[in-house]
Each structure stands twice: as structure tokens, then as C-alpha cells.
């Protein structure tokens, strides 16, 4: 059988026992992204190409009368997370945009050289997971360099999401709900569902933990900033905003055309799909009524978190670390599919999934209906993520497809299988 997952593997392994040559390979990797990410953030012409911008002028303002949530940078482009980032990176504002640009780029290494190790620590075989955890990087290069190059939150991302994991295996219950706390106030797709997952789980520790920490990252810790009142009021703009631009009447949201608009190829979710193959244009999408899209995706998105939480039930202890992980990811990736707004640079969050199954790819007979599935699955997202930067294929919603399948072929496998 066609087994081209193995030959991949083979040069990843063959790669990794040569350090000299893996390290070479990582650092020109990095200087590359690295030129790439300063040209668009510091110094290249304005209007300035990286999200770094949004957020600094949003930490600008965040002290003053003015919303944080009106404010727009050199692009036009809207702030749209809940003020912590902002109140984070007040002391930021200070230095110039060059040094906000390499700091925020090192951070996004670290991220990524961080999510590494710490894959590698989750498997059981500590070089097993190290491999997995290069490959999956190679098949979500795409919107990894699309996150590191234009300043945004995805390999950060990334990063959260293995290391709450992380710490739920080595049974540090409490820090793995302030983490995930803090991940979800600091953006809250693509984490949000794992409140699901350990709901599923029955893991009341973290539940608890991640109440209370909601409670520090989104109320106490900004007030002590820049004030209960002040605080109050951004939270309250942000849930209308955040509400307001998926209703109805979205298409009077400020943010509408930069953000939430479904015919923009960006948007890869779904319902931004299934929504351009039914109204390619602007004046069908004005037109037509998108109810059944919109519930279509909702009905699709509760069933699939019902089953998925279903299966997941059984408790870390009675499980593989591959198969924890696989369900996991499952929550991770639907959280993108079902949402209104999936960015291209939110699909970082594929390595989650790619991680485990590389993993049972590694252990699953060549012959077999599951290993077949499995690779072509994996094989399928990965292709189909570069298609995201060939029009039309974007405008069609081939990398949602791609993912969507990889995401079934996952899930069924995970639902027959024990292990």
C-alpha cells in the first residue's frame, strides 16, 4: 500500500539524528520568517503589514476616555479581544515599533520551539513525539509563517493549548485551569470548547480553576490597571461588539468587512464557505437569506461536541497518551469549524491534531483501513492549507474542506477505536 506518510518520516528521522544539520536547518528557518516579519512590521513602508500595530494602539488608548474598541490603526483595522492583551502590553507602548516587532517575533519562537518540547514530553516515546511534532509543524507551516510574519496570536496559540495539556497529564489539575483561563480571555478561539472536554472529563479541578482565573484575566487584574468602572465598560462593549457582528444585523458592525464579512477568502470557516458557494457576490449575499447556513452549521457543531464529548468521557488514567491527545485536538480544530470567523492564521491550531495522528501513523499497520484513512486525511489538510494562497481555491474554501475531512476521518477513527 501507498505509504508516502513513511518516506516523510524516514527524512524527518534522518534529519533529527543529525543536529548539526537539524539545528543549520531551524536557524535559517528562523532568520528567513525573522526578515520577512521586521520588513512588514518595522521596516518596511507604512502602512505597517502585522497585527503588532492593532494591539499597541488599542495599549495606547487603554488608560484614556477613549474605547479601545473604536480606535483603528495606520490599516483601519479594529482591536476585537477582551482588554487583557491590551492592559498587557501597556508598557510596550514606550519603545518603537521595530522593538515591538523582534520582541514579538522572539516570543512567537519561543512559542514554537516550546510547543516542540513539550509534544515531545506528552508521548511515550520521547523521540516518537519529537518526530511527530516536526512533521506536524511542516503540515501547518502555511498559517504558522502567515502567524509569525504578520504579528499575530496563533503559534501563542499553539503553545497554550499543548502546555494545558501538558500540565492535565502530569496531574497539575489547578494550572492547567489558569491556563486555560488565561487562553481564553486572551483570545478566545480556538480554546474555548476545551471547556467542554474537561467537563467530559468530569475534572472539576480545572473547571474550578478556570472559573476563577476567568475571573482574574477578565475582571480583577485588568481593574487593578485601569479600573473596576473603566474595565466594566470595556467588557460590556466587547460582548455587544463581539455579538452584535454575528447576528442579523451584522453587516452594521464596524467590524464586519475587516473581520466577520463570510465572502472575505480569509474567513475559512464553515459557514464563510458554505455561504460563498451559495452567494459568490456581494449583491447575492445582500439578497439572500443565510438562516439555514447559519443554524445548518450551529445544528451540525452541537451534535458533533455532543458526540465528541461523548466518547471522550473515560478518565486520562484509562488512556493512551496518543488517544488523549486525539480527542483533545478534536475539540480544538471543530472550535474553527463551527465558528463564524476562522482566519487562516487560526488553523496554527491544526498541529494539535496532526500531532496525535502522526503518532498511531507510526504504530498502525501499513495495510490497514485505519492507517490508509489516517494518512490520507493528514495528507489531504496539509495539501489543501497551501491552497489557501491560490485563488481561486481559498475563494471556494478548499483548506476548510480539506481540514473538515481530516477532522471526520479522525473522529471515526477515535470513535472505533479502544486504544
Same mark, same amino acid.
Given at each position: 500500500?501507498?505509504?508516502?506518510?513513511?518516506?516523510?518520516s524516514?527524512?524527518?528521522?534522518?534529519?533529527?539524528?543529525?543536529?548539526?544539520?537539524?539545528?543549520?536547518?531551524?536557524? *535559517?528557518?528562523?532568520?528567513?520568517?525573522?526578515?520577512?516579519?521586521?520588513?512588514?512590521?518595522?521596516?518596511?513602508?507604512?502602512?505597517r503589514?502585522?497585527?503588532?500595530?492593532?494591539?499597541?494602539?488599542? @495599549?495606547?488608548?487603554?488608560?484614556?476616555? &477613549?474605547?479601545?474598541?473604536?480606535?483603528?490603526?495606520?490599516?483601519g483595522?479594529?482591536?476585537?479581544?477582551?482588554? =487583557?492583551?491590551?492592559?498587557?502590553?501597556?508598557?510596550?507602548?514606550? =519603545?518603537?515599533?521595530?522593538?515591538?516587532?523582534?520582541l514579538?517575533?522572539?516570543?512567537? *519562537?519561543?512559542?514554537?520551539? !516550546?510547543?516542540? =518540547? =513539550?509534544?515531545a514530553?506528552?508521548?511515550?516515546?520521547?523521540? %516518537?513525539?519529537?518526530?511527530?511534532?516536526?512533521?506536524?509543524?511542516?503540515?501547518?507551516?502555511?498559517?504558522?509563517? &502567515?502567524?509569525?510574519?504578520?504579528?499575530?496570536?496563533?503559534?501563542?496559540? *499553539?503553545?497554550?493549548?499543548i502546555?494545558?495539556?501538558?500540565?492535565?497529564?502530569?496531574?497539575?489539575?489547578?494550572?492547567?485551569?489558569?491556563?486555560?483561563?488565561?487562553?481564553?480571555?486572551? %483570545?478566545?478561539?480556538?480554546? @474555548?470548547?476545551?471547556?467542554?472536554?474537561?467537563?467530559?472529563?468530569?475534572?472539576?479541578?480545572?473547571?474550578?480553576?478556570a472559573?476563577?482565573?476567568?475571573?482574574?484575566?477578565?475582571?480583577?487584574?485588568p481593574s487593578?490597571?485601569?479600573?473596576?468602572?473603566?474595565?466594566?465598560?470595556l467588557?460590556?462593549?466587547?460582548?455587544?461588539?463581539?455579538?452584535?457582528?454575528?447576528?442579523?444585523?451584522?453587516?452594521?458592525?464596524?467590524?464586519?468587512?475587516?473581520?466577520?464579512?463570510?465572502?472575505?477568502?480569509?474567513?475559512? #470557516?464553515?459557514? @464563510?464557505?458554505?455561504?460563498?458557494?451559495?452567494?459568490?457576490t456581494?449583491?447575492?449575499f445582500?439578497?439572500?437569506?443565510?438562516?439555514?447556513?447559519?443554524?445548518?452549521v450551529?445544528?451540525? !457543531?452541537?451534535?458533533?461536541? #455532543?458526540?465528541?464529548?461523548?466518547?471522550?468521557?473515560? !478518565?486520562?488514567?484509562?488512556?493512551?497518551?496518543?488517544?488523549?491527545?486525539?480527542?483533545?485536538?478534536?475539540?480544538?480544530?471543530?472550535?474553527?469549524?463551527? #465558528?463564524?470567523?476562522? &482566519?487562516?492564521?487560526?488553523?496554527?491550531?491544526?498541529?494539535?491534531? /496532526?500531532?496525535?495522528?502522526?503518532?498511531?501513523?507510526?504504530?498502525?499497520?501499513?495495510?490497514?483501513?485505519?492507517?490508509?484513512?489516517?494518512?490520507?486525511?493528514?495528507?489531504?489538510?496539509?495539501?489543501?492549507?497551501?491552497?489557501?494562497?491560490?485563488?481561486? /481555491?481559498?475563494?471556494?474554501? $478548499?483548506?476548510?474542506?480539506?481540514? /473538515?475531512?481530516?477532522?471526520?476521518? #479522525? /473522529?471515526? $477513527?477515535?470513535?472505533?477505536?479502544?486504544?
Amino acid at each position: 500500500m501507498i505509504a508516502p506518510i513513511s518516506f516523510f518520516s524516514h527524512v524527518i528521522d534522518f534529519i533529527l539524528r543529525r543536529k548539526r544539520l537539524f539545528i543549520f536547518l531551524v536557524v *535559517v528557518f528562523f532568520i528567513v520568517i525573522g526578515i520577512s516579519t521586521l520588513c512588514r512590521g518595522g521596516i518596511g513602508p507604512p502602512p505597517r503589514r502585522t497585527d503588532i500595530t492593532v494591539f499597541l494602539r488599542a @495599549a495606547e488608548v487603554v488608560r484614556s476616555g &477613549e474605547s479601545i474598541y473604536v480606535v483603528t490603526n495606520d490599516r483601519g483595522w479594529h482591536y476585537v479581544y477582551m482588554p =487583557l492583551l491590551a492592559v498587557l502590553l501597556i508598557p510596550f507602548t514606550r =519603545l518603537g515599533l521595530l522593538l515591538n516587532t523582534c520582541l514579538w517575533y522572539t516570543l512567537s *519562537v519561543a512559542a514554537l520551539c !516550546g510547543t516542540v =518540547l =513539550l509534544s515531545a514530553q506528552l508521548a511515550q516515546d520521547r523521540l %516518537k513525539g519529537k518526530r511527530a511534532a516536526v512533521m506536524a509543524i511542516i503540515f501547518c507551516m502555511p498559517s504558522l509563517v &502567515e502567524s509569525m510574519t504578520r504579528g499575530q496570536t496563533g503559534v501563542m496559540s *499553539v503553545f497554550l493549548a499543548i502546555a494545558i495539556l501538558y500540565l492535565y497529564t502530569r496531574g497539575l489539575a489547578v494550572w492547567a485551569g489558569v491556563l486555560l483561563a488565561f487562553s481564553i480571555v486572551l %483570545k478566545v478561539s480556538p480554546l @474555548a470548547l476545551l471547556v467542554v472536554f474537561f467537563l467530559a472529563k468530569r475534572e472539576w479541578k480545572i473547571l474550578a480553576a478556570a472559573l476563577l482565573g476567568t475571573l482574574f484575566f477578565a475582571w480583577a487584574f485588568p481593574s487593578f490597571v485601569i479600573g473596576a468602572d473603566r474595565n466594566w465598560l470595556l467588557l460590556k462593549e466587547w460582548i455587544y461588539i463581539m455579538t452584535h457582528a454575528v447576528s442579523g444585523a451584522g453587516n452594521e458592525s464596524r467590524i464586519w468587512k475587516e473581520l466577520v464579512i463570510p465572502l472575505a477568502q480569509d474567513n475559512q #470557516s464553515l459557514y @464563510a464557505v458554505f455561504t460563498r458557494w451559495v452567494c459568490p457576490t456581494e449583491t447575492a449575499f445582500a439578497t439572500h437569506n443565510d438562516f439555514w447556513i447559519k443554524w445548518g452549521v450551529r445544528i451540525f !457543531g452541537v451534535v458533533a461536541l #455532543s458526540i465528541a464529548a461523548f466518547i471522550s468521557r473515560r !478518565g486520562k488514567s484509562k488512556l493512551s497518551p496518543k488517544r488523549l491527545m486525539l480527542e483533545y485536538s478534536l475539540f480544538l480544530v471543530l472550535m474553527l469549524l463551527i #465558528s463564524p470567523v476562522s &482566519e487562516t492564521h487560526h488553523y496554527t491550531i491544526l498541529f494539535a491534531l /496532526f500531532l496525535p495522528v502522526f503518532l498511531y501513523l507510526d504504530e498502525l499497520p501499513r495495510n490497514s483501513a485505519s492507517y490508509q484513512c489516517l494518512m490520507w486525511g493528514s495528507l489531504i489538510a496539509g495539501f489543501t492549507q497551501i491552497l489557501n494562497y491560490v485563488s481561486p /481555491f481559498d475563494i471556494w474554501g $478548499f483548506p476548510t474542506i480539506g481540514v /473538515f475531512i481530516f477532522w471526520c476521518v #479522525s /473522529f471515526v $477513527f477515535l470513535a472505533r477505536s479502544k486504544t
